[in-house]
């Protein structure tokens, strides 16, 4: 890998979060609690209802960010956990 791959990797999922964030907010339409703060972002959804609401979006996001992680296995390992 040369030595831009990891800031490439850094803005596509950067991005690929960010445009997930924006759908959830701007396309659908929801409030969820959204923190970005030093390098990390949280987002929640506050009811089941609105989780199925974005869950074609989150499973869009996981499957992005899978493809990522195959080409950059030792940068990025992706993990499905629920709360």
Same mark, same amino acid.
């Given at each position: 890998?040369?030595?831009?791959g990891?800031?490439?990797?850094c ?18 339409? @929801? ?5 970005? &703060? /030093?390098?990390?972002? #949280? !987002? $929640? *959804? ?16 996981? @499957? ?5 992680? &195959? /080409?950059?296995?030792? #940068? !990025? $390992? *992706? ?5």
């Amino acid at each position: 890998m040369n030595p831009e791959g990891p800031e490439i990797l850094c803005a596509a999922v950067s991005s690929a979060a960010y445009m997930t964030a924006n759908a959830v907010t701007e396309v659908i339409g @929801l409030k969820p609690v959204l923190l970005n &703060k /030093d390098g990390n972002m #949280y !987002l $929640k *959804v506050k009811t089941e209802q609105e989780a199925e609401q974005c869950r074609v979006l989150f499973d869009g996001l996981e @499957l992005h960010l899978r493809e990522i992680a &195959k /080409d950059y296995p030792k #940068y !990025l $390992k *992706v993990r499905n956990s629920e709360v």
